[in-house]
T-cell receptor
């Protein structure tokens, strides 16, 4: 079993829908990253958080340290949000990555 | 544009070839990384350099040889690779090597070994 589990593995949505991607982890962490990987391969950092909630535009990330769980929400989804979303947790100085959630948003 | 540039973006090589991947960062960061991403697997850290010194080598086979001539450039030299080495190789940089800051990734170099 991976130390970082993401669900779902694949997700399809209609434009405008509210999206939730989940990340659960089994190790003690000091921070959690949400990353976005576009079809070309490049990865962009969306959020780094260690508690509570962060918002950037239509993206919201939350973390519950006690439950070892984080969620990434996308409001009013758009086809350009289609990408792989990767959760990574910081265990001491080591980053442990999930396998990603592939999101496709159709017009 | 993340400030981290990788070349080439695509590379096809035979098992007896020698090639190199290049990474350049324009962010003034002190740490640079090579990651390997295989299909349906999490990113795997290969090497970490901090101030041009290798600080981590994650049991990577010797057919992969990193080089960091200065804090802005990182190379991955490839020789006698195997087909299972086909993957996306991602370079990243950050302020420090301890992963406490934000990581900036390049677009990746997709390698196919025939």
């Amino acid at each position: 079993k991976n130390e970082v589990e993401q669900s779902p593995q694949n997700l399809t949505a209609q434009e405008g829908e509210f999206i939730t991607i989940n990340c659960s982890y089994s190790v003690g962490i000091s921070a959690l990253h949400w990353l976005q990987q576009h079809p070309g391969g490049g990865i962009v950092s969306l959020f780094m958080l260690s508690s509570g909630k962060k918002k950037h535009g239509r993206l919201i990330a939350t973390i519950n340290i006690q439950e070892k769980h984080s969620s990434l929400h996308i409001t009013a989804s758009h086809p350009r949000d289609s990408a792989v979303y990767i959760c990574a947790v910081l265990d001491t100085d080591k980053l442990i990555f999930g396998t990603g959630t592939r999101l496709q948003v159709f017009p | 544009e993340t400030g981290v540039t990788q070349t080439p973006r695509h590379l096809v090589m035979g098992m007896t070839n020698k090639k190199s991947l290049k990474c350049e960062q324009h962010l003034g960061h002190n740490a640079m990384y090579w990651y390997k991403q295989s299909a349906k697997k999490p990113l795997e850290l290969m090497f970490v350099y901090s101030l041009e010194e290798r600080v981590e080598n994650n049991s990577v086979p010797s057919r992969f040889s990193p080089e960091c001539p200065n804090s802005s450039h990182l190379f991955l030299h490839l020789h006698t690779l195997q087909p299972e080495d086909s993957a996306l190789y991602l370079c990243a940089s950050s302020q420090g090597p301890d992963n406490t800051g934000e990581l900036f990734f390049g677009e990746g170099s997709r390698l196919t070994v025939l």
